[in-house]
């Protein structure tokens, strides 16, 4: 099971720092990656890791404000999201893969296990 938290309503240009808790997932090497979803709109990739840690990757409208890392021994995993916007606002979904391999890595449907999301309002 994967337990996201974190989320809340902020004021654009302000901050928040949505966590990830891994379980239940007996692998230690899995891609993990979260997405969010807007309102009518598809689900859509974030960032993530790939499944060695090897690869970080950001969709280009969060490249400098957002930021992953993980706590392995902790088994989480972290967003930090740093000026935000209006068209941020969404639910956030973390996801862990098995078998995602590195060109799947942004396709929701290579994600075995999802977390419950997390709403992340911004208003301007």
């Known amino acids: 099971q994967l337990q996201a938290s974190g989320g809340g309503s902020v004021q654009a240009g302000e901050s928040l720092r949505l966590t990830c808790k891994v379980s239940g997932v007996t692998s230690n090497t899995y891609a993990i990656a979260w997405f969010r979803q807007a309102p009518g709109k598809e689900r859509e990739y974030v960032a993530g890791?790939?499944?060695?840690?090897?690869?970080?990757y950001y969709t280009d409208s969060v490249k400098g404000r957002f930021t992953i890392s993980r706590d392995n021994a902790k088994r989480t995993v972290y967003l930090q999201m740093n000026g935000l916007k209006p068209d941020d606002t969404a639910v956030y979904y973390c996801?862990?893969?098995?078998?995602?391999?590195?060109?799947?890595?942004?396709?929701?449907?290579?994600?075995?296990?999802w977390g419950q999301g997390t709403l992340v309002t911004v208003s301007s």
């Open positions: 996801a862990v893969g098995l078998g995602t391999i590195t060109s799947a890595l942004r396709n929701p449907q290579a994600y075995n296990h």
């Open positions: 890791f790939s499944r060695t840690g090897g690869y970080t």
